[in-house]
């Protein structure tokens, strides 16, 4: 089935080390979106992507970063995570048929 | 900006009828979704509603779209314990970026 991969499903970094999250996509998509979702609260995107064309969110820390080499997949860099980035990081890609959901990578932050 | 909320707590019993509401800000909304999400899972899409129908009804659930007053709910008929979980609803803008409500924690008793 087309589908959007998140690896991994739980992730544990470092305090200060850089991580980087994954997303795949089977659904050639050309929109992906990276949202980050913390403990009981709503989802709040980071940033997307219109094929190579990135658009950050006013308001996504600089210590977030992207990366997206093809349609395929996109990379979500942590560059120096900090307790408070311990959250559900989820990707989705938009289509003619709506949006779709990864399972999300929790990360943990020690 | 756009900004989206719900509710925070609903509880109902077993058997009963649940509504959820959900007021948004952006007058360009094209879709409106609504997502459910149980303990550490992922979002399921539950149903979504185009901006120019004011209501979808998709088995138990049913969808009112009031967009002069920038309202939507959703209805779960028969509400059963399966349906405790986190419901978020969503809004579609003319960017094509998917802002998320404050989500609305339902809680069914026996």
């Known amino acids: 089935d087309a589908m959007v991969i998140q690896n991994p499903r739980y992730q544990v970094t470092q305090f200060g080390k850089p991580v980087t999250l994954s997303c795949s996509q089977t659904?050639?998509?050309?929109?992906m979106y990276w949202y980050q979702q913390k403990s009981s609260q709503a989802p709040k995107l980071l940033f997307h992507y219109y094929d190579k064309d990135f658009n950050n969110e006013a308001d996504t820390p600089d210590n977030f970063q992207s990366r997206r080499p093809n349609t395929s997949f996109c990379f979500l860099d942590i560059r120096s995570p900090g307790l408070g980035d311990a959250a559900m990081y989820l990707c989705?890609?938009?289509?003619?048929?709506?949006?779709?959901f990864g399972s999300g990578t929790r990360l943990t932050v020690v | 900006g756009e900004d989206v909320e719900q509710s925070l707590f609903l509880s109902v019993r077993e058997g009963d009828s649940s509504v959820i509401n959900c007021t948004y800000t952006?007058?360009?909304?094209?879709?409106l979704y609504w997502y459910k999400q149980e303990p550490g899972a992922g979002l399921q899409l539950l149903t979504y509603i185009f901006s120019n129908m004011d209501m979808k009804q998709d088995q138990r659930l049913t969808v009112l779209l009031n967009k002069k007053d920038k309202h939507l709910s959703l209805r779960i008929a028969d509400t059963q314990t399966g349906d405790s979980a986190i419901y978020f609803c969503a809004e579609r803008g003319n960017t094509d970026k998917l802002i998320f409500g404050t989500g609305t924690r339902l809680q069914v008793f026996p």
């Open positions: 952006d007058s360009s909304s094209t879709y």
């Open positions: 989705a890609t938009m289509g003619l048929g709506g949006y779709t």
């Open positions: 659904l050639n998509h050309n929109v």
